[in-house]
T-cell receptor
Framework: EADIYQTPRYLVIGTGKKITLECSQT?????MYWYQQDPGMELHLIHY???????EKGDLSSESTVSRIRTEHFPLTLESARPSHTSQYLC??????????????FGAGSRLTVL | KQEVTQIPAALSVPEGENLVLNCSFT??????LQWFRQDPGKGLTSLLL?????REQTSGRLNASLDKSSGRSTLYIAASQPGDSATYLC???????????FGAGTTVTVRA
């Protein structure tokens, strides 16, 4: 079944640790996105990719980095986690055209808590 | 910069009542508009997508209208059910880029 998977779903970690949030999709979509969402707030785009070896920063400044070595995989890394990084991170993908022209498929999200 | 506002922030209705959710945006130069549903602790599920040239889209009990010139969209949910309880988010696709601008959502509770 075509889908988009995020792991871990929940992560509690201490300050200064390096973390990687995984995102994989089985739909062969070219475009992938990372959004950050605080409770009751808007989703903010932090990274996006239009294809392999293509990554761009989104509207919200983030200390995280991403890579796109394979079409299906778009991991997000924080080299040194801080409490300000506590949030929910949502990965999404879309097929061709513009982000909104085709329906975005979202993963279930990774909820990160940094102590 | 596109600003998307959703009012009200929360809504509680008895089962069977029709729901009306509002979304407004500041820049009318949009490519399209999407409505999403988000259940607690989950990702987003796309409900309806309206292209900028369209006035409305319908799917089952859901109907979304778009008035681009006034910068507004409305999501109607007919005959609400407890299973409709969720947060509904509006997202606007810009005409010049590939990115979506999201509202903060309206959290709906349908009481049995």
């Amino acid at each position: 079944e075509a889908d988009i998977y995020q792991t871990p779903r929940y992560l509690v970690i201490g300050t200064g640790k390096k973390i990687t949030l995984e995102c994989s999709q089985t739909m062969g979509h070219d475009k992938m996105y990372w959004y950050q969402q605080d409770p009751g707030m808007e989703l903010h785009l932090i990274h996006y990719s239009y294809g392999v070896n293509s990554t761009e920063k989104g509207d919200l400044s983030s200390e995280s980095t991403v890579s796109r070595i394979r079409t299906e995989h778009f991991p997000l890394t924080l080299e040194s986690a801080r409490p300000s990084h506590t949030s929910q991170y949502l990965c999404a993908s879309s097929d061709g055209g513009r982000a909104g022209a085709n329906v975005l498929t979202f993963g279930a999200g990774s909820r990160l808590t940094v102590l | 910069k596109q600003e998307v506002t959703q009012i009200p922030a929360a809504l509680s209705v008895p089962e069977g009542e029709n729901l009306v959710l509002n979304c407004s945006f500041t820049d009318s130069a949009i490519y399209n508009l999407q409505w999403f549903r988000q259940d607690p602790g989950k990702g987003l599920t796309s409900l309806l997508l309206i292209q900028s040239s369209q006035r409305e889209q319908t799917s089952g009990r859901l109907n979304a209208s778009l008035d681009k010139s006034s910068g507004r969209s409305t999501l109607y949910i007919a005959a609400s059910q407890p299973g409709d309880s969720a947060t509904y988010l509006c997202a606007v696709g810009g005409s010049n880029d590939y990115k979506l601008s999201f509202g903060a959502g309206t959290t709906v509770t349908v009481r049995a």
